[in-house]
């Protein structure tokens, strides 16, 4: 079974557009820089498949959040402030980065559970749409990079979770008051066809 139910239109076309564009604008690196893999881990485990995970929809002015600006993403001025990785609901979600629990469950996120971890370097990272985080969390408590962290989710349909199953994640500065996009800052094959959903 596919993760998506019969849309492989013009989706893989533009989650490859965006993501070029958000490389391309994403700074460039000095020759130091270069040669210095980005701090963060993807939020799921293996290599980007439809089995396992793609990027279902890129950081910045992207067609859904512009066509969902006045619903869903009035906060951010029709602007999506994350990445969302498509996958299986109940998918095991990774800390990204070693860090601290910074929040739970509020007063950030994406329904129905959010987890947000302080990382070092000023850092946060928020995990959103998880059907279910992990019980034991607590404010303060130490992650270290692959801790699970919950569940993922479904942002359409909470109870049969199978219509948009995806995890968030959103990478935060300025003590979680600026969204960056987290493209440069996650070591992820983001050029293998199957991680853009070809």
């Not at 998506?4 to 000095?30: D, E, H, I, N």
């Not at 980005?38 to 950081?59: E, K, R, V």
């Not at 990478?171 to 992820?188: E, G, S």
Request: contains cysteine; glycine residues 10%; proline residues 8%.
């Amino acid at each position: 079974s596919t993760l998506v139910s019969g849309q492989r239109s013009w989706r893989p076309l533009a989650s490859m557009l965006a993501l070029l564009l958000a490389l391309a604008f994403a700074g460039t690196l000095s020759a130091s820089e270069a040669t210095v893999r980005p701090p963060f881990l993807p939020p799921l485990a293996g290599p980007p498949s439809y089995d396992t995970w793609f990027l279902g929809q890129t950081y910045g002015n992207t067609l859904d959040a512009y066509r969902e600006r006045n619903r869903m993403y009035s906060e951010g001025q029709g602007i999506h402030f994350g990445l969302d990785f498509s996958t299986r609901c109940g998918t095991p979600v990774l800390a990204i980065g070693d860090g601290t629990v910074f929040a739970i469950d509020g007063p950030y996120g994406s329904a129905p559970h959010t987890v947000v971890i302080e990382h070092p370097g000023g850092y946060f990272s928020l995990y959103g749409h998880l059907r279910v985080r992990t019980t034991h969390l607590q404010i303060g408590q130490e992650i270290k990079a692959g801790d699970v962290v919950g569940e993922s989710g479904d942002s359409v349909d909470e109870v049969r979770c199978d219509v948009s199953p995806h995890v968030h994640l959103e990478i935060r500065t300025d003590r979680m008051r600026a969204a960056v996009n987290p493209i440069p800052l996650i070591d992820a094959p983001w050029w293998d066809d199957a991680s853009l959903g070809l």
